[in-house]
């Protein structure tokens, strides 16, 4: 995320400083104004996994996030992926470099960012209306 335009990094980083500051009042919680001081999201990330996950790192903390091969086929269950190319955050390019199975579907978007598929700046989303639809009709 630090890597996307400057605009984008402000607005998250002063988000998630506000919720800090909000939380270290009403929780009291020891050492974490530390974080305040940090520009970067990477850089606050990796105080909170340092200091408050059961994690070395940074890179051990995401690669619990990681989709897999071994992960896609172990799923028994009809499953879409959706993805965006343009995400910020979480590159597009090892998920396109895996095998989709009979039950595992990869639905890269285009446009969609890291927080969500909006179409329009009335929040519209195609694929949340899609997923809507999937889910009534076919009961993935």
Not at 63 to 90: E, F, R
Request: glycine share 4%.
């Amino acid at each position: 995320m630090d890597n996307t335009a400057w605009i984008l990094k402000k607005y998250f980083v002063d988000k998630w400083r506000r919720t800090l500051r909000r939380k270290i009042r009403l929780h009291n919680i020891a050492n974490a104004e530390e974080a305040l001081k940090y520009k970067s999201l990477e850089e606050m990330t990796e105080f909170f996994t340092k200091n408050f996950s059961p994690h070395k790192n940074v890179k051990e903390l995401f690669s619990g996030y990681a989709i897999t091969q071994s992960t896609l086929n172990q799923i028994k269950h009809n499953t879409l992926i959706y993805s965006s190319i343009d995400d910020p955050c979480v590159p597009i390019g090892p998920l396109q470099e895996l095998v989709q199975t009979d039950y595992v579907k990869f639905k890269p978007q285009e446009y969609g960012g890291h927080c969500g598929f909006i179409d329009d700046f009335k929040f519209s989303s195609s694929v949340y209306d899609e997923i809507v639809s999937k889910l009534d009709k076919d009961k993935i």
